[in-house]
Nanobody
Framework: QVQLVESGGGLVQAGGSLRLSCAAS????????MGWFRQAPGKEREFVSA??????????EYADSVKGRFTISRDNAKNTVYLQMNSLKHEDTAVYYC?????????????????WGQGTQVTVSS
């Protein structure tokens, strides 16, 4: 019931910044957690960050690999979640996906999320 569309990806030099956006539509009234995942070629999809959408006081979680560099935020009125990415590294290169979870408990496991966007490519050059 939820549709997600990511935007903001692109090519950036190492040390640069990008801001990703995820616009949600449809049944967001049943969404409790919004998350960001990424998948590099030949690798499994991995957790990046998550935020409580309904309730939870906007609690956030981050993967250790991005902690201190990435910031997740929300604007419920605009049905949008953001991922500010600073100090980008070559290892951050991946397709980034937005996901929505209908359960209140945060999780880093992709199968727990109910809806997914199509992804946006982020490429960080060396």
């Amino acid at each position: 019931q939820v549709q997600l569309v990511e935007s903001g990806g692109g090519l950036v030099q190492a040390g640069g910044s990008l801001r990703l956006s995820c616009a949600a539509s449809g049944g967001t009234f049943r969404t409790y957690v919004m998350g960001w995942f990424r998948q590099a070629p030949g690798k499994e999809r991995e957790f990046v960050s998550a935020i409580h959408w309904l309730g939870g006081g906007g609690r956030t979680e981050y993967a250790d690999s991005v902690k201190g560099r990435f910031t997740i935020s929300r604007d419920n009125a605009k049905n949008t979640v953001y991922l500010q990415m600073n100090s980008l590294k070559h290892e951050d290169t991946a397709v980034y996906y937005c996901a929505a979870d209908n359960t209140i408990r945060m999780t880093v496991h992709p199968p727990a999320y109910d809806y997914w966007g199509q992804g946006t490519q982020v490429t960080v050059s060396s």
